[in-house]
């Protein structure tokens, strides 16, 4: 059995007022010619499809294009699960229709789901579909008041499903989560992926995804495994940030045999334009060979630059972000963040620790725990409205 597995596809992504719908599907083209050369079994994508609730019309387009030329056109089923930044109503929405025609989409969670079985000349694989919940909504769908974390609400899920599997059959899992090798706190691989807890502990543990010959996660941005080789991210197609700079984007085929060992190759996808920094004088801008790439650009100068932006662009007419240093104080500075580092770490702040400070400053004294637990409970009903 051979299948591709990719995820955090995030159709409709704004990145610095730019939508990069053009660029996706630059490199969902290339994911396409894959299919046609390749013939892999099944595609699966584990999750952000979209990169909003509500995306807009050119990225349900976009998405509605990929899924025809793969299923329609190429006769390759699709296997994909609903993430934190999509809505799962709307993408369960005919599912069961789309399903006669070889889309397998769990937008919403289900108590019993039954698993996607494909076969080869070895026999049947089951593919378990797992789709981002928080907590609460796992709580209310299997009525257990225990479940207070994300590390408890997947523990429940494989457990269910564990009580259904079939002896012998070879088990794929898709889940879209934060999977650490032990569940411990760890730093995001990207500052556009967005936390999926507030004031509580996302990470899971990657032992509950051991009884699975594969497991196809979705969330964090960087390709890698955790743990085992056969618990792996896929990573996004495209740089989404700058702290995504150095990510080589891929996606990953990957080859099962009758025993359900698997063999992994990542397949590098070509942007259309790549995203990068550079730091330079405006005297050496001025002679800097021109790229249309997403560039994010510090000016070094101990003067003000008149019309940065504007001359900027004259060299990168894609810029994305422009700033100005002080050329004088890098001599006494070391370790210097990456370019628009103060403004990404602002942005990937804890939403609480974030308010905390900002109420202290105002207010001139701390916020109270009461204050604290009234704002994270307003705080993620608004995130949870905003994906309705």
Known sequence: MKFFHTADWHLGKLVQGKYMTEDQRYVLRQLI?????????????AGDLYDRAVP?????????????????RLHTPVIAISGNHDSPD????????????GLYLAGQLKEERSPVILSDSAGEIHIHLIPFADPA?????????????????????????EERMMP?????????AFVTPNGEKAE????????????????VNAKHFKKFHYTALGHLHQSHYVGNETIRYAGSPLKYSISEEKHLKSFTI?????????CMEKRELVPLYDMRRIQLTPEELERQEGSDDYMFVTLLSDNPVLFPMEKTRAVFPNAMHVERRMASQLNHQSGLGPIGSEHAGRKATDPIKLFAAFYEEVKGVPLSAS???????VFSELLKEEKA
């Open 33 to 45: 010619a894959a299919v046609e050369q390749e013939k892999p079994d099944a595609v699966i994508i």
């Open 56 to 72: 807009p019309a050119e990225a349900v387009e976009l998405l509605d294009e990929v899924l025809a030329e793969i299923i329609i």
């Open 90 to 101: 709307r993408l369960n929405f005919g599912t069961r229709l789309m399903e006669q025609r």
């Open 137 to 161: 909504q796992v709580r209310h769908v299997y009525g257990d008041d225990n479940i207070k974390t994300h590390d408890d609400a997947m523990a429940h899920i494989i457990a269910s499903m």
């Open 168 to 176: 012998g059959i070879r088990q794929i899992a898709v889940a879209h």
């Open 188 to 203: 995001n691989t990207s500052d556009s992926e967005r936390p999926l807890s507030i004031g509580g502990t996302e990470q």
């Open 254 to 262: 990957v080859e099962m045999d009758a025993e359900g060992n698997c």
């Open 371 to 377: 204050k604290e637990k009234r704002f994270t409970e």
